[in-house]
C-alpha cells in the first residue's frame, strides 16, 4: 500500500528565503506526481504535475522534481514571498486514485 | 470554462441526519473521484466512477456512505445517520480519463456534525 510522508510538517521562514520541501513515497510504480497549495479553510490548488517520465517541472518560482528509483519528490520555492504562507501537498497517482502526504504548513513572514 | 463546483459549500448536520453532497464535474470529465480531508490531514480517498460505473469504492469507511453517479455526470455522496466523526471536508475531482490524467478539484463541502 503507498504511503507518502512529507518533511518537514511545518516551516516558518523570513522573507526572500530558498526553500526545500521534500516527498517520500514508498511505492514507485506511480504514474505521476502532484504538488498542489491549499490556504486554510479553501480548496486545493494545483502547482506543479510532474508525468513519471519527467524528472521536473517548472513554473515561475517553484520547481518540482521527481526521482522514482529513490522514492522522492522535492519542490523549490525560490525568493519566498508573504503570500507563499499555505499548507503544500504531495500527492501520487497510484492507478487511478491519488494518495496524499499530510503536507508541510508553511510560513513566510516579512 | 467553469470548473467543478460543489455544494453545499458548508453543511452542519445534527448527528443521526442524513445529508447528501453533490458534485458537478467539469463538462465532458469521464472520470469523478470524492475524497475525504479530516483537519490537519491529508485528502483520503473515497471512490471513484468512470462515466456512471463505480469503479472502486475501497475509501468509503462504512456503508453508512454511498456514492452515485446516474447518468455520468453529476454525482451526490450521500451519509446516513451522521456522526461526529464524519465531520471533515469532501473534496470532488474529475479528469478527463482514466490512468494518471490530472485531477481538477472543486472547493470542497465542510461537514460539521454536531
Known amino acids: 500500500k503507498q504511503e507518502v510522508t512529507q518533511i518537514p510538517a511545518a516551516l516558518s521562514v523570513p522573507e526572500g528565503e530558498n526553500l526545500v520541501l521534500n516527498c517520500s513515497f514508498t511505492?514507485?510504480?506511480?504514474?505521476?506526481l502532484q504538488w498542489f497549495r491549499q490556504d486554510p479553510g479553501k480548496g486545493l490548488t494545483s502547482l506543479l504535475l510532474i508525468q513519471s517520465s519527467q524528472r521536473e517541472q517548472t513554473s515561475g518560482r517553484l520547481n518540482a522534481s521527481l526521482d522514482k528509483s529513490s522514492g522522492r519528490s522535492t519542490l523549490y520555492i525560490a525568493a519566498s514571498q508573504p503570500g507563499d504562507s499555505a499548507t503544500y501537498l504531495c500527492a501520487s497517482y497510484n492507478t487511478d486514485k491519488l494518495i496524499f502526504g499530510t503536507g508541510t504548513r508553511l510560513q513566510v513572514f516579512p | 470554462g467553469a470548473g467543478v463546483s460543489q455544494s453545499p459549500r458548508y453543511k452542519v448536520a445534527k448527528r443521526g441526519q442524513d445529508v447528501a453532497l453533490r458534485c458537478d464535474p467539469i463538462?465532458?470529465?469521464?472520470?469523478l473521484f470524492w475524497y475525504q480531508q479530516a483537519l490537519g490531514q491529508g485528502p483520503e480517498f473515497l471512490t471513484y466512477?468512470?462515466?456512471?460505473?463505480?469503479?472502486?469504492k475501497s475509501g468509503l469507511p462504512s456503508d453508512r456512505f454511498f456514492a452515485e453517479r446516474p447518468e455520468g455526470s453529476v454525482s451526490t455522496l450521500k451519509i446516513q445517520r451522521t456522526q461526529q466523526e464524519d465531520s471533515a471536508v469532501y473534496l470532488c475531482?474529475?479528469?478527463?480519463?482514466?490512468?494518471?490524467?490530472?485531477?481538477?478539484f472543486g472547493p470542497g463541502t465542510r461537514l460539521t456534525v454536531t
Open positions: 511505492d514507485s510504480a506511480i504514474y505521476n
Open positions: 475531482a474529475s479528469s478527463v480519463g482514466m490512468g494518471g490524467y490530472e485531477q481538477y
Open positions: 466512477f468512470q462515466n456512471e460505473a463505480q469503479l472502486d
Open positions: 463538462s465532458g470529465h469521464v472520470s
